[in-house]
Structure formats: structure tokens, C-alpha cells
T-cell receptor
Framework: KQEVTQIPAALSVPEGENLVLNCSFT??????LQWFRQDPGKGLTSLLL?????REQTSGRLNASLDKSSGRSTLYIAASQPGDSATYLC???????????FGKGTKLSVIP | GAVVSQHPSWVICKSGTSVKIECRSL??????MFWYRQFPKQSLMLMAT?????????EQGVEKDKFLINHASLTLSTLTVTSAHPEDSSFYIC???????????FGPGTRLLVL
């Protein structure tokens, strides 16, 4: 059974800092990996999707990497802003499946 | 594009009553819709997968007679929590996909509080 772990559970940084969120998964047979953002009491916003054959994806100040063999992904946020404060979720889709397995998330607070 | 809505956004009900939550894909046809539940400080857990016109597939531990799912059209799926109890209080989120293997687009969620 796939398990997804996110470290740290919470992170507080001053505005302007660069930061890295970590995600690990136990079964490397994945179809893709996604990073989502969830604001309090809200649904999910997809940030980046990395196919299993890709190593990284970039969107603006966000960069996500994937090392499938080691079961790890990182989300790098450059020049953090207070508006980045949210919970960031990592989720993997198993190969041959459509099911997403989520981590518990990292709650990010960017202090002005 | 790819907008998914949920209604209601929040609901409070008495124990023993039934609650229906709607999930709609507004600008695309969703062959497959997923229902997730999220308890505080926990990850999203898949409850069931529904394909238009067929019975939903429930995850282990999810009671199909308690959580009734109907996916009668390519743009609408409903989740009915029957005889709701306080332990059913949670955040319910749906997602929709054109084929099931493609990207899932998530709704804004429905917060259910059972008194």
C-alpha cells in the first residue's frame, strides 16, 4: 500500500526566504506526482504535476523535482511571500491506477 | 477551464438525518468523479470512485450503504450521507476527471457538521 509522508508538518519563515518542502513515497511505481495548495477550509489548487518520466517542473517561483527511484520529491518556493501561506499537499498516482494517495501536508506560514 | 463546484459549501444537521452533497463539473464532461474525506490535520482519504452510469467503487472501510453515491450524468455526482452521526463530521471534497487517468480537478469542498 502506497504511503506518502511530508516533512516538515509545519514551517514558518520570514518573507523573502527560499524554502523547500519534502515529500516521500514508499512505492516507486507511480504514474505521476502532484503538488497542491490548500487554503483553510478550501478545496485544492493544483500547483505542479510531474509525470513519472520527468525530473522536474517549474511554474513561476515554484520548482518541483522528482526522484522516482528513491521515492522523493521536493517543492522549492523562491522568494516566499505572505500570500504563499497555506497547506501544501503532495499526492502520487499509482502506475496503472487513477487513485491519488495524499500526504498529510506541510502547513506553511510566511511572516511579513 | 476545468471548474468543479460543490453544493452546499457547508451544512449543519441533526444526528440521524441525511445530507446530500452535489459535485458538478461546470465546463467539461467528467466520466469519473472521486469523493474524498478529510479530517482535521489529516490527509485526504479517498472514499469512493464513481463512473458515469455505473455503480461506485468504495474503498475498504467505507460503508456503501451509508455513503450513497450517484453519478447519473457526465457533469453531476451526488454523495448522500445517510443517518448522519457526529463522527461523520468532516470536510468532503470531490474531484472530477475526463477519463479517470487524466488530471483530477477538485471542488472547493463541503464542510459537514453533525450535531
Amino acid at each position: 500500500k502506497q504511503e506518502v509522508t511530508q516533512i516538515p508538518a509545519a514551517l514558518s519563515v520570514p518573507e523573502g526566504e527560499n524554502l523547500v518542502l519534502n515529500c516521500s513515497f514508499t512505492d516507486s511505481a507511480i504514474y505521476n506526482l502532484q503538488w497542491f495548495r490548500q487554503d483553510p477550509g478550501k478545496g485544492l489548487t493544483s500547483l505542479l504535476l510531474i509525470q513519472s518520466s520527468q525530473r522536474e517542473q517549474t511554474s513561476g517561483r515554484l520548482n518541483a523535482s522528482l526522484d522516482k527511484s528513491s521515492g522523493r520529491s521536493t517543492l522549492y518556493i523562491a522568494a516566499s511571500q505572505p500570500g504563499d501561506s497555506a497547506t501544501y499537499l503532495c499526492a502520487v498516482t499509482g502506475a496503472g491506477s487513477y487513485q491519488l494517495t495524499f500526504g498529510k501536508g506541510t502547513k506553511l506560514s510566511v511572516i511579513p | 477551464g476545468a471548474v468543479v463546484s460543490q453544493h452546499p459549501s457547508w451544512v449543519i444537521c441533526k444526528s440521524g438525518t441525511s445530507v446530500k452533497i452535489e459535485c458538478r463539473s461546470l465546463d467539461f464532461q467528467a466520466t469519473t468523479m472521486f469523493w474524498y474525506r478529510q479530517f482535521p490535520k489529516q490527509s485526504l482519504m479517498l472514499m469512493a470512485t464513481s463512473n458515469e452510469g455505473s455503480k461506485a467503487t468504495y474503498e475498504q472501510g467505507v460503508e456503501k450503504d451509508k455513503f450513497l453515491i450517484n453519478h447519473a450524468s457526465l457533469t453531476l455526482s451526488t454523495l448522500t450521507v445517510t443517518s448522519a452521526h457526529p463522527e461523520d463530521s468532516s470536510f468532503y471534497i470531490c474531484s472530477a476527471s475526463t477519463t479517470g487517468l487524466e488530471t483530477q480537478y477538485f471542488g472547493p469542498g463541503t464542510r459537514l457538521l453533525v450535531l
